[in-house]
């Protein structure tokens, strides 16, 4: 009954606030958008919060411009960040704008609420809220099944004055974008044109538990091919960590003010996942190395390289609602740090072996080494805790789904699990995928001409 009351609620067309509007070099018009939301579409009569997007489109430098309709209400793209609680940049900065602009749409890049400029959730906003319970009872309206009647508000808004035929919009998730758009195609299809999704085929499950335990077995594969990469590493890595352990493991300051522990080190393995994250990694063991045999200490340029490659302190969402983006009635419970246990290559005190990075894993431990996440350490520990979680897809609605849907899937992706996104591809009606395992987790960015190829010839092209 819960799923089928969150279907059929009510959205209004979200107030648009301002709209401004400037040119960029590349031909291309930007403008700012500024709408205002329900904070919690449960109880719209509680308040708003501000969410900001930029959309794109081509800049007409005609003699004589054509100012038909049909020219100003182009189909709308709307671009869905990866995260959880990642802003968007300006549009040109991103490789595929101009390709999908050149496909005939307009794009929308959405700031996701609690993200750049949208009513962003840092330590000192949240701290606002009130006393912690109310600061982690906050948190729960930044997931995707929030966000997604964000994206229907603002759609109903931007397409007031089109004809009916031309309201739906086009949807485009990376990673976690794509999470929001199985929400989206189980609780709003009506909305939908068509949905594209770059390793975002979220596994249905209700709890992280088996995410993470597939996650490991990558990670560690990752591990496996930078030793084999970089064989000399092996040595490096342990004496930087006996370094920082003697040193007192943790009583090194970093720029950020946080701390620098064996266990923050070994978060640099986040990159793994990435085109260029092997060597990336590289290059900081490398540098970190040389310090410590030339001066005995860890100088300024490899403390800010470590601090740089691990940016928690900017994502509050990320850190906190990294596990419960995966939860429904069920406690996420510090998954990752639970489950570490069964994977014992990962011990930073072992005597046999390379020392293993971990991924991108959440651990109550970061709430102690960042300086930002330190002053919300006991709101995320309320929210770990916490069992009561909506649900964030349908499953029934899924399998009659008749929004076309075009998904890329990497068969080494270290983020979202290729075989638990294959088996969400199967239970999406008319879901259609390219596979591959040469490209990893941010082909959009990395090998955009290629991916962003196959999604569009997926939907272009007949399967025979």
């Known amino acids: 009954m819960l799923t089928v009351a969150r279907k059929m609620s009510t959205i209004a067309p979200a107030r648009i606030v301002s709209q401004k509007s400037y040119q960029v070099a590349g031909k291309l ?15 719209p009569q509680g308040g708003t919060i501000r969410v900001f997007a ?16 049909d020219k100003e209400q182009l189909p709308w793209m709307c671009y869905l960040q990866g995260g959880p609680g990642q802003e968007c940049r300006g549009p040109q900065h991103y490789p595929w704008t101009q390709t999908v602009l050149d496909r005939g749409y307009q794009l929308l890049y959405l700031d996701q609420r609690g993200t750049g400029l949208s009513t962003p959730v840092t330590a000192s906003t949240l701290q606002m809220r009130g006393y912690n319970d109310v600061q982690a009872k906050y948190l729960k309206l930044y997931r995707a099944d929030s966000i997604v009647k964000d994206c229907e508000a603002i759609r109903m808004a931007l397409t007031a004055d089109y004809p009916d035929g031309k309201k739906k919009w086009s949807i485009m998730g990376q990673s976690f974008g794509g999470f929001c758009s199985i929400t ?11 949905a594209f999704l770059f390793g975002g085929l979220q596994p249905l499950l209700k709890s992280p538990d088996e995410v993470y335990r597939k996650l490991y077995q990558k990670v560690a594969q990752r591990n496996e091919a930078y030793y084999v990469k970089y064989p000399e590493d092996v040595d490096r890595v342990k004496a930087i960590m006996n370094f920082l352990k003697r040193f007192g493991d943790g009583k090194i300051k970093l720029p950020s003010e946080g701390t620098l522990t064996r266990r923050r080190f070994r978060q640099l393995g986040i990159m793994f996942g990435f085109h260029g994250g092997l060597d990336a990694i590289h290059d900081i063991i490398l540098r ?3 310090d410590i045999e030339a001066f005995g200490h860890l100088t300024r340029g490899s403390l800010s390289a470590v601090d740089n490659a691990t940016g928690f302190d900017d994502h509050l969402i990320y850190s906190i609602l990294h596990e419960p983006i995966y939860c429904e009635g069920n406690a996420p419970n510090w998954s990752a740090h639970r489950l570490m246990e069964e994977y014992p290559a990962f011990d930073l005190d072992k005597t046999d072996g390379p020392i293993y990075f971990t991924g991108e894993m959440i651990y ?3 709430f102690e080494d960042y300086a930002e996440l330190r002053k ?12 009561d979680w909506n649900p964030l897809f349908d499953e029934q609605q899924l399998a009659k789904n008749e929004v076309p849907v075009y998904a890329a899937s990497y068969v080494e992706d270290m983020y979202v699990d290729f075989d638990l996104s294959m088996d969400t591809a199967r239970k999406i009606k008319g879901c259609k995928v390219f596979t591959t395992n040469v490209m990893f987790h941010d082909a959009i960015r990395s090998k955009m001409d290629e991916v962003v190829k196959q ?8 399967l025979d």
């Open 54 to 69: 930029r959309s794109v489109k081509k800049h007409d430098t005609s003699i004589v411009p054509e100012t038909s309709k």
């Open 455 to 462: 999604a569009f010839a997926l939907r272009d092209d007949v």
């Open 364 to 366: 109550p431990s970061m």
């Open 184 to 194: 989206y195609l189980s609780f709003h299809p009506e909305g939908l044109r068509e």
């Open 29 to 43: 018009k930007i403008t700012e958008h500024f709408f205002d939301v329900p904070k919690d579409y449960a109880k």
């Open 288 to 290: 970190a190395s040389c």
């Open 376 to 387: 919300v350490q006991d709101v995320a520990e309320l929210v770990a805790s916490d069992a």
